[in-house]
């Protein structure tokens, strides 16, 4: 009995269904059966398709050995009321399963489930403010400027930097981010991390995204005590307080004794009871019916464990702040009576893990269809939590940091510099069309050194220019551009005939070296005596 590893994605609980529909009808073992004197062929008893059925659960990856015999049971009920399966007589949907010797078989076909279509969401984009967006109200200095033509004066302040000489400048400020804008940023960013960790190319089929509350993530974020636990601004969604202190009182057991509380034999288990009452009745599980799929799809990744704890902690912050609340103070709850050896037995029949589970599994994650493993899928993902809820439940510090980091980047200031491409206001885009392989590498080779080319040119007829700048700007040129200026002058003697060299004047001889030019030497008289 092998059970494929469904991974995370859309529709996982229902892949799952029809997997597990399709095992049970083909490996399900099938005899003859007698019934009040009568043969039937091909059927199974109610026992036999429990026993062979949990075994299955039992040795799946994809639900695991928590998987009870009750909880196999329930899966039959609605492989029954589905008409997956029959009675011998042909009778279904009303039906009830039970775990004894009644014969069922399996109808010609069996449904499989049909994978919802959701319709596409188009997303409402709220614009980010740009560098150069004027604010609300227009001022003639915040008008935008008209096209720069680029010219040899323009070009030296762009690469004057470059020679040490730095250009007046002045700072620009974004345009105030609004509330809406940040919370877009929020929403937008975690769910993009949700889905790099699951690996999706979309999560439209995972989540319905409109339904998601960025101002639950931030709350869930930042209104945290020391403990991490959520700390509510609308104090009516708390928990009674009732159930908080018989919540209490079970995680601080033994040590009950100091809240006054009256004891008697068995009180635990009516303080237990209390509690799971409680949660039972709520209207909707702590991880709510929208969110049911993208939960379902994080357990695919129970095998990658770093990898399923670090979706778990973004799945939980798209909770409502007090269901994020209840589900944080129960995991407590549950992993300190689990570990506390005092703590006397809440079940007679039951481990306590094994209590914890089954108890609070339902009103943690279930499914409004019933057609579907919610149950299995519940314990499954119940005990992957209390065995990691610390982190869980933690804020991931990599997705706030980067979120903080992008926020506070859209608030800083820009340094812009007269005459850079800031300043020119560019036109508006146009539709692009298609071209040879041949053009466009002809247009990357040739269609940037036109204009650097006449630049060149421009440099070159200045005649403003004294010959010590235009040799300083020409240097300049010839660093940045060597292809160009080679271009224009391929030998030494052409960059030579730029600057001729004038005729320098003869020196003028000296007057008195004129005045006995062919005076003979004289024979000096000899010092000797």
């Known amino acids: 009995m092998e059970h494929r590893l469904v991974g995370p994605g859309p529709y996982r609980a229902t892949k799952l269904w029809n997997e597990t529909v399709e095992l049970f009808r083909t490996r399900m073992p099938l005899r003859k059966h007698r019934c009040r004197f009568k043969s039937y062929d091909r059927c199974f008893t109610a026992a036999e398709a429990v026993d062979w059925l949990h075994e299955l659960l039992r040795c ?18 609605k492989f029954l009321k589905n008409h997956v399966i029959e009675d011998i007589k042909g009778k279904w ?9 009644h ?48 010219n040899s004066e323009m070009w030296y302040k762009r690469h004057s930097i470059a020679i040490g000489e730095v250009p007046a ?15 877009e940023i929020w929403k937008s960013m975690t769910l993009s991390y949700l889905q790099k960790v699951l690996g999706l190319d979309s999560l439209e089929e995972v989540l319905d995204i409109k339904l998601v509350n960025s101002k639950f993530i931030i709350h869930n974020v930042y209104s945290v005590s020391k403990q991490g636990v959520v700390i509510l601004d609308d104090k009516s969604k708390e928990l009674p307080h009732w159930v908080l ?77 007090e269901n994020r609340r209840k589900l944080q103070l129960l995991m407590r709850m549950m992993a300190r009576i689990c570990l506390n050896k005092e703590m006397p037995s809440l079940c007679d029949g039951f481990g306590t893990r094994t209590l914890m589970v089954q108890t609070f599994s339902r009103c943690i994650l279930c499914s409004k269809d019933e057609v579907d493993l919610d149950e299995l899928l519940a314990v499954r993902l119940v005990t992957f939590l209390m065995d ?10 990599a997705l706030q940091t980067s979120i903080e980091e992008r926020v506070a980047h859209l608030r800083r200031v820009q340094i812009k510099y007269p005459g850079a491409d800031m300043d020119i206001t560019l036109s508006a885009p146009s539709f692009c069309r298609q071209i040879s392989p041949e053009e466009f590498e002809y247009q990357r080779a040739y269609g940037s050194q036109e204009p650097l080319a006449a630049l060149l040119e421009e440099v070159i007829t200045d005649a403003k220019l004294s010959s010590k700048e235009k040799k300083k700007k020409l240097k300049q040129f010839q660093k940045s551009y060597p292809e160009v200026y080679q271009e224009r002058f391929p030998t030494p003697e052409s960059e030579a005939l730029l600057f001729p060299e004038k005729p320098k004047p003869k020196p003028q001889l000296l007057m008195w070296a004129l005045k006995n030019p062919f005076q003979p030497f004289q024979r000096t008289r000899s010092f000797r005596m």
């Open 60 to 77: 799946s990856q994809n639900f695991g050995p928590e998987v009870t015999r009750k909880q196999t049971v329930q899966l039959l009920k």
């Open 93 to 101: 949907g009303q039906e009830d399963f039970e775990d004894n010797r």
């Open 103 to 150: 014969l069922y078989r399996f109808p010609p076909s069996s449904p499989l489930k049909p994978y919802p279509k959701k319709p596409a969401y188009q997303k409402d984009v709220i614009k980010f403010p740009e560098w150069n967006d004027p604010p609300q109200s227009t001022s003639q200095e915040n008008i935008p400027v008209r096209p720069v033509v680029v």
């Open 169 to 183: 400048c002045r700072l620009v400020y974004r345009r105030q981010l609004t509330e809406a804008n940040v919370e």
């Open 245 to 321: 202190s018989a919540m209490k009182c079970l995680a601080n057991w033994p040590n009950c004794s100091d809240l006054k509380q009256p004891m008697y034999l068995g009180f635990e288990k009516d303080v237990f009871k209390t509690i799971a009452d409680y949660y039972g009745h709520l209207k909707e599980p702590l991880l709510t019916f929208h969110l049911f799929d993208a939960f379902v799809s994080v357990l695919g990744l129970l095998q990658k464990e770093k990898m399923a704890i670090e979706a778990f902690q973004i799945c939980c912050l798209l909770l409502p702040p």
């Open 388 to 397: 990691n809820y610390q982190e869980i439940l933690k804020v991931p510090l």
